[in-house]
């Protein structure tokens, strides 16, 4: 038969009406709409990412009178500049996650929408439900911009195994809490000892969080305070970036290893420790290894760890929906009541009921870490700083020498500098 | 499905009456545009519209946050110009373009002498050649990661089995270009091979029967007529893998994400950041438009190479 004989016509253009039909019912657009949408865009690419869609099975199941749809992008660059162009074009989705640090360089007022505090008071969230602090940077210009789902500090995994046969677990089967440089020197080697390869697992090729905690917990500072200016405490980043590079000179941590590598190290048990930020507990969880958490050692003289926020924002849309913004908001205050499961993953809830409640302290060994909430110390404040911004890939370039022994600590320092100086020096895109 | 019938019907003369005849009716002299039109406005709107739009926004403040930023001249040109980041990048575009390029050609073309043979090793040999080039960057990147990975790694682990050092393939500066290059040949060589096979069965086997019977050997055979009859070949396959080349950016971004101390960062991943993680589209056309001129010379230099080449066959 030939192929456009006339009796088939007709039925060629019936199947072309039924998948028009069927693409509008999909989208949910039109005179078909029957449900509010709520699509939501993350970056949990991790071990966060497989518990963030249970939680989400668990949404759609309570919820079916709205249409949902979750996208997970690629972490860092990839994510906010796929977020940044939906935005900027008005054709955004309803609700994303953003890292709090970000909040800022990713110029609230053209590509987000303020959350309509109304709503959220509504779906039964108040802000006295916060931390003052991490509320407070999630207020740009007296309007809510973001709201936060958790914080997710630098930590310190452990294998229970190896450090058992190091001699580091206290009589309750957590390790002892080490202070000072020594002290930290000390318990590596033990590990290292026993694993006969290296003691912690850590990133090597982006320290940023590494030198930033130790950095931190020196007490530097970084912009002045009106943060036209760098300040950075020269003897202070200098000390950090010694001890980094006495910990690879010495063995206690790799010379080279990638995140995927930091990972695979510390679960095939050729290290014992690992640094890193929480969210990687459902992978260790899945590897059925034996460990647990605490926090990073306070290796020098106040406890601060390098860490941020997920937040809920709303990118920008041109013509937004009042139904879908009320749903998106009740999904917002959903996704926070049910943050214990979501804490399962290894981030600190940031809603306070959560944190208090006997579902989250019962996790294990996710709760063991919780005590540094008040002590998460933030990226410095600037466009271009925050999770995979240029900030932390101008540290990773310099600093990653300093662990494989290409660069001096000075020389790492003094590249830093100048690429800050030059980023500083850049009028803010934003 | 009233414009496919006068097509199906004639089977090809309109095109060959509007092209040899000038005294037709304005309708069929402009059918041709017509068939062409979803491909030029396709072309006007990618290709056409970005060339000139980003021209235009290299001499504004233009933020990928919707802002559109003020008229700011040869600033970015200016700017471009001193940023040290730029030329760097342009020489690790350069130095990437050069290191493979030639294993590119040479490899493929040894492959092709290996594999043009029939039977069944003939045919796990071009299966095997060809096969990596099927696989997306993200897959060929991730083998070639955990292959390089220091302490548990494949290539390391051979070294070390054999009393040598292991090598920190990705993370130390002078190696990292070679660990990328390395992977990029054993990804992209097969279809450079596939070329050079096609070629290699178009030349006529009565020529080397000839030459057997006036007394040739092999490696007559080979460098007095092989090789000269797959010279067009040779050019195509050198003009394509320049280009290629000349653009690498995805192997390189997920492999060494332009590091360690952007040792490897190519001008398109420095354009990338600028544009995409900074926001900066305005300093990023800029750049675009500089290395855009440097392809357009390259282009040229290679036509008039290889224009004058042809005249071997």
Known sequence: MPPDSPHLRPRRRAVLAGGLLGALSLTGCGTFRSKPKVREWNLFGGGDGARLLQIHQQYVAEHPDV???????????????KLAMSAAGGRAPEVATLHLSRLKGFSPATMLDPIPVDL??????????????????????????????????????????????????????KIKPVKGV??????????????????????????????????????????????????????????????????????????????????????????????????????????????????????????????????????????????????????????????AAWAAGGHIPSYQPVVGSQEYLSLKPQAEYRSVAPDVLFDPDAWFSGSGAQLQEEAGAAFSGVFSGQATPKAALAQFKAATQTLLDTPSPV | ??????????????????????????????????????????????????????????????????????????????????????????????????????????????????????????????????????????????????IYQPGFGLVNGLLTAGGFAEIDWLNTENRAMLAVVIATVWWTVGFNFLLYLAALQGIPAQIYEAAAIDGANGRQKLFRITLPLLSRTTGLIVVLQLVASLMIFDQIYLMTDGGPNYATRPIVQYIYQNGFTNYRIGYASAISYLFFVIIVIVSILQFKLFSGRKEVR
Request: charged share 15%; aromatic share 14%; proline share 6%.
């Open chain 1, 67 to 81: 249409g949902f749809e979750a996208h997970t992008l690629a972490w860092g660059p990839p994510f906010y500049t």
């Open chain 1, 120 to 173: 959220l008071n509504a779906a039964g969230i108040r802000e006295s439900d916060f931390l003052p602090e991490t509320w407070n940077r999630c207020v740009v210009d007296g309007k809510l911009y973001a709201v936060p789902l958790d914080q997710h500090p630098f930590v310190l995994y452990y294998n229970t195994e190896i450090c058992q046969k190091a001699g580091l677990l206290g009589a309750d089967g």
């Open chain 1, 182 to 339: 020594d002290a930290f020197l000390d318990m590596l080697k033990a590990v290292k000892d026993t694993t006969g390869k290296f003691a912690a697992s850590v990133e090597t090729t982006n320290p940023w969080r590494m030198w930033w905690t130790l950095y931190g917990q020196l007490e530097g500072k970084f912009f002045s305070d009106d943060g036209t200016r760098l300040e950075l405490d020269d003897a202070k980043a200098l000390e950090a970036l010694e001890l980094m590079a006495k910990l690879a000179a010495d063995g206690l941590v790799p010379r080279s290893a990638n995140y995927p590598a930091l990972v695979a190290q510390f679960t095939n048990g050729d290290a014992g420790l690992s640094f890193n930020g929480e969210w990687e507990v459902t992978t260790y969880q899945t590897a059925k290894m034996p460990f647990s958490m605490a926090p990073f050692p306070v290796v020098y003289d106040v406890p601060k760890f390098a860490g941020d926020a997920h937040t809920f924002v709303l990118p920008h849309q041109s013509n937004r929906n009042q139904d879908d913004t009320k749903a998106t908001v009740e999904y917002i205050a959903w996704m926070l009541k049910n943050s």
């Open chain 2, 1 to 146: 499905m009233a414009v496919q019938t006068p097509t199906r019907t004639t089977s090809g003369t309109p095109t060959r009456s509007a092209r040899s005849e000038t005294g037709q009716p304005w309708k069929e002299r402009w059918a041709g545009l017509f068939f062409v039109a979803p491909f030029l406005l396709l072309f006007a709107v990618f290709l056409l519209w970005p060339t000139f739009s980003g021209l235009w926004n290299s001499f504004f403040n233009t933020s990928l946050s919707g802002i559109k930023g003020e008229f700011l001249g040869l600033q970015n040109w200016r700017e471009m110009f001193g940023d040290p980041a730029v030329w760097s990048s342009l020489k690790n575009t350069f130095v990437f373009t050069a290191m493979s390029t030639p294993p590119l050609v040479v490899i493929a073309l040894v492959m092709a002498l290996l594999a043009n043979r029939r039977g069944l090793l003939g045919w796990l040999l071009r299966f095997s050649y060809f096969a990596p080039f099927v696989l997306p960057a993200t897959v060929v990147s991730l083998i070639w990661v955990w």
